[in-house]
């Protein structure tokens, strides 16, 4: 099946500092999602990407569809506690395979040290 | 309510019990998946429903596990003969991807999970 590969495995940061993170595969995917899951919570979306180069920002959020359509990346800057969880890059194929289509990585977390 | 709602929140049982879980989805959404977290990892795919009916059932551990749907709506993920291994979180999450004229997006509303453990 199709995998994704996701790094860093974990951060430690301080506050204050611009985070970044990635997903890659061998795999070609028509859509690159990023899901945060705060602690006892389930995940939830955070961006969605949809065209291969497509630069998108939410806050200070920023994640880019990369143009090979085989990887993503995700930027947090100027991190504050609430940034504190798991987040997983995911990749969605029109071609099927998993559930729907639907490949997540293993999750970066991150870790705020104050 | 407005999301994706599981019960019981938390499980504990002794091993070899059998062990129901429980998913009501959002109204009107049409897919359901069920995934499986374990202590600090990553989100395993167990079982997906397009209405009630599962195409792809590839997921599940072992024949120990099994997921019905109903009325296209609320779902029950059952293990049976639970083993420590068992284990986790379980979450469920919802979409609309199937619905006329809703494509496949990835957005999946995921609920808060439900503890396993077994002792």
């Known amino acids: 099946g199709q995998q994704l590969n996701q790094s860093p495995q974990s951060m430690f940061i301080q506050e204050g500092e611009d985070v970044s993170m990635n997903c890659t595969s061998s795999s070609i995917f028509n859509t690159w999602l990023w899901y945060k899951q705060d602690p006892g919570e389930g995940p939830v979306l955070l961006i969605a990407?949809?065209?291969?180069?497509e630069l998108t920002s939410n806050g200070r959020l920023t994640a880019q569809f990369g143009i090979t359509r085989k990887d993503s990346f995700l930027n947090i800057s100027a991190s504050i506690p609430s940034d504190v969880g798991i987040y997983f890059c995911a990749g969605l194929s029109y071609s099927g395979g998993g559930a729907d289509g639907l490949t997540f990585g293993k999750g970066t977390h991150l870790i705020i040290q104050p | 309510g407005a999301g994706v709602s599981q019960s019981p929140s938390n499980k504990v049982t002794e091993k070899g019990k059998d062990v129901e879980l429980r998913c009501d989805p959002i109204s009107g959404h049409t897919a359901l998946y069920w995934y499986r977290q374990s202590l600090g990892q990553g989100l395993e795919f167990l079982i997906y429903f397009q209405g009630n009916s599962a195409p792809d059932k590839s997921g599940l551990p072992s024949d120990r596990f099994s997921a019905e749907r109903t009325g296209g709506s609320v779902s029950t993920l059952t293990i049976q003969r639970t083993q420590q291994e068992d284990s986790a979180v379980y979450l469920c999450a919802s979409s609309l991807v199937g619905l006329a004229g809703y494509a496949n997006t990835g957005e999946l509303f995921f609920g808060e999970g439900s503890r396993l453990t077994v002792l």
């Open positions: 990407l949809y065209k291969a180069g």
